[in-house]
């Protein structure tokens, strides 16, 4: 209770409006990313509608829980923990609501263009160029605040997080960038769509500074981010430090240095030159080293405390989700082998391996977090945590359904398009090993379901929870209630 | 022993972006003017493929179908000869794609007609049992956007130098003239299809995006 006293009035306003996003943007790019897994089950669902095929929901997909959900719980998290860690409440508020206004806008403007069919094509970097220059001045509100907030820090030590999120932060900014660069035809001819624009690189080059950002926005959104928020929240959950710094040092330079190297691996077997094929593929077996650092290093911060797994479903999805950062940080490289690769690359393996890193590490460490975060913010108790047990079950069955059928669909139809006959001669036709796949697609709407399923029941707990919050403090008055919620 | 990067976080940031800036140099700019080069022969891509090309990106068809032959025999026995980087040399964006839920299509022009697109693209099922394309009616309904083509031809052969108006090479020219270039060439195509919508609509001087979209594929090659 003595400390109660010590700890700054947070300011948690943008923190809750982020939280809130991740929700909604996790809800609708979930809900697409059935609709489509079921439109290889059942064509009809394509339903003759431009904005309902497949071809333009998929990248609607990709940018809305890449960039709507994944960035939304980074940011919600960044407003939370740095107040805490850098121990003063949070500066520039203004500055902090305009990256929120700014931010919600990009990702519906980007619905609207997606589905309208205005796109480069570049995976994960498909928003037209005026949306491209909205993102950059998002993207530098938010650079504006982190450094305001390193500015204004009362604790002069930057904790693990904190390099975390700074790296995101440089990494994409350089990143997107360079792989944005284009020429708006209009402003050459005054003739056509003005949202048009053609890439700065051709061809191969195209391709390789395209996988460069590609391959580093797995990295630098849907890892190096989420690793801040483990690093915060697991120590938290269970109550004790992390459990070795060194390891935690060596593991963020680690990470920083090979990364970038390692985009080859996504253009093997292509027109790139060999020795960059092989170049990628050496680092992302090297890549294994930092990753798992990080990972034992966050799984090892339960020592002595693992009991805690039986009852605490928050621990559950923090440690289950670094955990599956460690399977999918092995079943990468693994994939980067060239041999390997021969077989797994264009088939579904991909896309399995793809899940197992955002549904198992990311949207579980994000769960996690917010299930961390809200009754802290909202000074009030989780609705329910038998809910959220469930939940956990729910979608880790999922997650299991949908890499199994994945990885067997891979690899099936992988083989399938390079066996041959006694003669020779292809065995079977490219049809064949489509019709092959239907089952396994079927399976994968299933795990789909689930796992959506779970992320609902995960937003009805959290509205109950906000919902409840006054009635919660009313009931056990406000200041009792106050302090024992910081003084966790 | 590193404390003092920790403690100053601009010299943090700082060794962040030296520490990520080398792989990314080291991988790309070696081989940069060697891989812009085109193949002998190429040419660039001429109104109506170049409107074909477009709508490729606008349906974002490389979601499914990759244009990346690799150097095996399985592939090179089922789609053709291996890709050579020279063949993209005009290709803003790439379109290598990332999964084939269908099937190759870098020389699709090789081995698949004008009316077999034409049905396929009805519906994939007349002519593919199985297949699990979305239908495109509308690429029969909507018109060519000549505008855009013009302005894409226009900008990457004053800003890239990509060779039009050389040789036997295609013409650039006017929005006017693009225009007049698009009906030629789409009634080359047209004489092949059976929909008599369309016929109907060339002979009113208007293009629909299927004819440039099979324009565009027919030259895959």
Redesign the interface.
Known sequence: MSQTASIPDYDYSVAKAFTISTLVWGAIGMSVGLTIAL??VF?QL?A?L?WL????L??LHTNSVIFGFTLAGVFATWYYVSQRVLKVRMVLPAVAKLHLILFNLIIILAAYTLLA???????YH?LPWWLDILVVIMWLTWGVHI?AM??ARKE???YVS??YY??CF??VS?LYLINGLA?P??F??Q???WW?S?????????????W?FGHNAVAFVLTVPIIAISYYFIPKQANQPVYSYRLS?WSF?GL?????????H??M?????SW?QT??MV?SLVLIIPSWGSMVNLLLTMSGKWEQLKTDPIAKFLIIGSTFYGFATLEGPIQAIKSVN?IA????W??GHVHNGTLGWVSFTIIGAIYHMVPRMWKTKLYSERLAENQFWIQTLGIVFYFSSMWIAGITQGAM??T?DQFG??AYS??DT??VM?PYWALRAVGGSLFLTGFFMFFYNIHRTIRGAAAFQAQAGTKSALSSVTAT | MFEFIERNSLLLGLCIFITITIGGMVEIIPSFTQNSRPIEGLKPYSTLEMAGRQIYIRESCNACHSQLIRPFKSETDRYGAYSLSGEYAYDRPFLWGSRRTGPDLHRIGNYRTTDWHEAHFINARNVSPGSVMPNFPWFFEDNVDFGTVHAEIITVKTIFGVPYDQGDNPKSGSLKEIKAMGLVEAAEIVKDMKTQAIKDALAKGEVKDIVAMIAYLNRMK
Request: charge should be negative; proline fraction near 5%; charged fraction near 10%.
């Open positions: 439109e290889l064509p394509n003759d431009p095929s497949f071809n333009r998929r990248p069919g205005h796109t480069s094509s570049k995976e498909e450094f390193l500015g002069k030590t930057l904190i390099w700074v790296a440089i990494a350089m020429i035809t209009w050459v001819t003739t056509g769509n048009h053609v890439s700065m690189f051709a061809g191969t080059n195209d391709a390789q500074v395209q460069w040092l330079w920083m240095f090979v990364y970038l190297w390692a985009g080859p996504h253009m077997y292509s027109t790139i030159p960059v170049l990628g680092f021969a690359h264009f088939t579904d991909i896309v398009w390079r041959t001669s292809l490219f049809l489509v019709n239907v």
